[in-house]
């Protein structure tokens, strides 16, 4: 059989497509994509042309995709197609080792922590939130209660649970970093008192970098605390860059400041070092490309990595049927946002630990340089 082709489209513009219009899954192989949760959902780990990327599945834009994937049952080949048009070899990573597992009280390992991408484990050690139940405060686009609510996880993951599951991860499926996100608690820390508790308890088990992912505390000391117990690096995330957008899509979160974002990141980077510290963006939101690209200049400037994802609409949030931006929109956003990380010699590769580490959920590392 001859190898497939990828049409004129380079790997770039194939992922930037793949992620706008999302794949519908004709017969589906590999680890099972993941509904709801904190954060982007409604994805499926494929890898195409060597790179591992998390594709929307259960949306609604994925319904509606030209794209699609199918396995040969006599080969178990998978093959990525354009209408009618086969265009490229797909596989899909296997279901991890780790999923068969219970923790010593009972719990599936599956219900602690999930395989992102190909090698990177993530938890939402507090799958509550503060913000979430109140329509007036909910943050329009999040899930963190979705996979609560089916049974799917718990809502408090402890440090030991999770210390077990890491330790299983690293040893059964080559696991090679940890991203721990909480939903926000009703404490001043915003989570960084719990998230330092697991880090410390994770590192005393197994060696493996971790990014923890909160809202900015209200005393910034928490960064040296979350650096002393095993944080390699911090992610505390925007999503939108205009406070009408802010204001509009996310009410209660809006509440702290872009400001007090960037005073926090300010504290953040001398403690986890010039590029481990970064942001996630939403595109697809409402803020305009100018506007975003202004962001990412201000954040490189100050040492944060600006992770732009495209805004991936979920099933059952206030956004589901929000469109996701265009594929053609995404491509000149990544090409000027790695203009500007590329000038400033910053990049995802030399992230300890992360989503953007990952970089599974947005194709922006393709355009950096490769050194």
């Known amino acids: 059989m001859p190898p497939l082709a990828t049409t004129a489209m380079n790997t770039q513009q194939l992922i930037t497509e793949l992620q706008s219009h999302g794949l519908k899954i004709v017969s589906e192989g590999g680890a099972a994509g993941r509904k709801g949760g904190a954060g982007p959902s409604d ?37 990525l197609h354009l209408g009618d048009d086969t265009i490229a070899a797909i596989s899909f990573p296997p279901q991890p080792q780790f999923y068969s597992l219970t923790t010593t009280d009972g719990i599936p390992y599956w219900k602690i922590a999930l395989l992102h991408s190909r090698d990177v484990l993530a938890t939402t050690v507090l799958q509550t939130c503060m913000r979430y139940s109140d329509a007036a405060t909910a943050c329009q686009f999040c899930a963190i209660g979705q996979s ?14 999770l210390a077990e599951v890491a330790e299983a991860a690293v040893r059964l499926d080559s696991v090679r970093h940890l991203v721990m996100t909480t939903g926000t608690p009703h404490t001043p820390d915003r989570g960084a008192a719990y998230l330092t508790d697991c880090a410390a308890a994770v590192k005393q088990r197994v060696d493996l970098p971790i990014q923890a992912q909160c809202e900015p505390p209200a005393d910034f000391a928490w960064f040296e605390r979350m650096k002393a117990a095993g944080v390699d690096s911090l992610g505390m995330h925007l999503e939108a860059v205009t406070p009408e957008v802010r204001a509009a899509i996310m009410p209660g979160k809006a509440t702290v400041s872009i400001e007090t974002y960037f005073e926090a990141f300010a504290a953040a980077v001398p403690v986890f070092g010039w590029g481990q510290v970064s942001t996630y963006l939403l595109a697809g939101l409402g803020d305009e490309m100018p506007a ?25 949030t206030p956004l589901q049927h929000h469109p996701a931006p265009a594929s053609e929109w995404m491509y000149e956003l990544y090409q000027q946002v790695a203009t500007l990380l590329n000038r400033a010699g910053m990049s995802s590769e030399s992230i300890k630990a992360g989503c953007a580490k ?5 194709a922006l590392s393709t355009f950096e340089s490769k050194r």
């Open 43 to 79: 994805h499926k780990a494929i890898t195409i042309a060597g790179t591992t990327i998390m594709v929307p599945i259960y949306t609604d834009t994925a319904a509606a995709s030209p794209y699609s994937a199918r396995i040969n049952p006599a080969t178990q080949q998978a093959t």
């Open 148 to 161: 609560l609510e089916a049974g799917r996880t718990i809502a408090r993951k402890t440090p030991s649970q």
């Open 292 to 316: 975003i690209v202004e962001m990412c200049d201000r954040l490189i400037q100050l040492g944060v990595y600006p992770f732009v994802v495209p805004f991936v609409p979920i099933t059952g």
């Open 358 to 362: 990952c970089g599974a959920c947005s």
